[in-house]
């Protein structure tokens, strides 16, 4: 069974771009969550989707993130503009029904933002 | 809100003997602590859970115990092996749906 799929696995940009982060949880999850991995503050929790709908984004650090879920099999993570303090690993989860307390991570993808 | 603190955060083990991981929460409410294992380069993946209403938890070398009274539970990894050898993390629910992450053990298994 496939796991948790994320896109792109490493993201070099720099300073100022708009960055777009792809997330396919597991088949037949409907919670999806986006954490956030420093070496300083451990993994946060950005945002969590509950059957496509963001139900706490109270993690996500400035107005200049924002997540989208337009489907069950789907979503997104845009940084704009980037900053090198969004470097980081971001990881995306995703819980079944009825859920959502077993959690399944991605691979995550590393961004530096130069 | 949840606090979770987890010990030792380095632990070296010779191959085939065993090793113990501690955490400790603040929040009586939570019901859910899962572990992660985290190879590097990885994702956090899921080894074992337990819930609130249960003690003891083992699936093959791994054990997971839980004692509510004192808001603690532990990992115990049993004949470790080299390929065991990762970053853990303990986790702790908040509410239906957070978790509280440990600060992490970096397990390091000795050939």
């Known amino acids: 069974d496939a796991g948790v799929i994320q896109s792109p696995r490493h993201e070099v940009t720099e300073m100022g771009q708009e960055v777009t982060l792809r997330c396919k949880p597991i088949s037949g999850h409907n919670s999806l969550f986006w954490y956030r991995q420093t070496m300083m503050r451990g993994l946060e929790l950005l945002i969590y989707?509950?059957?496509?709908?963001?139900?706490?984004d109270s993690g996500m650090p400035e107005d200049r993130f924002s997540a989208k879920m337009p489907n069950a099999s789907f979503s997104t993570l845009k940084i704009q503009p980037s900053e090198p303090r969004d470097s980081a690993v971001y990881f995306c989860a995703s819980s079944p029904p009825p859920g959502p307390f077993e959690q399944y991570f991605g691979p995550g993808t590393r961004l530096t933002v130069t | 809100g949840e606090n979770v603190e987890q010990h030792p955060s380095t632990l070296s083990v010779q191959e085939g003997d065993s090793a113990v991981i501690k955490c400790t929460y603040s929040?009586?409410?939570?019901?859910?602590f899962p572990w992660y294992k985290q190879e590097l380069g990885k994702g956090p993946q899921l080894i074992i859970d337990?819930?609130?209403?249960?003690g003891e938890k083992k699936d093959q070398r791994i054990a997971v115990t839980l004692n509510k009274t004192a808001k603690h539970f532990s990992l115990h990894i049993t004949e470790t092996q080299p390929e065991d050898s990762a970053v853990y993390f303990c986790?702790?629910?908040?509410?239906?749906?957070?978790?509280?992450f440990g600060t992490g053990t970096r397990l390091k298994v000795l050939a």
């Open positions: 929040d009586s409410a939570s019901n859910y």
């Open positions: 986790a702790a629910s908040e509410g239906t749906y957070k978790y509280i």
């Open positions: 989707f509950n059957n496509n709908v963001p139900i706490d």
């Open positions: 337990i819930r609130s209403n249960v």
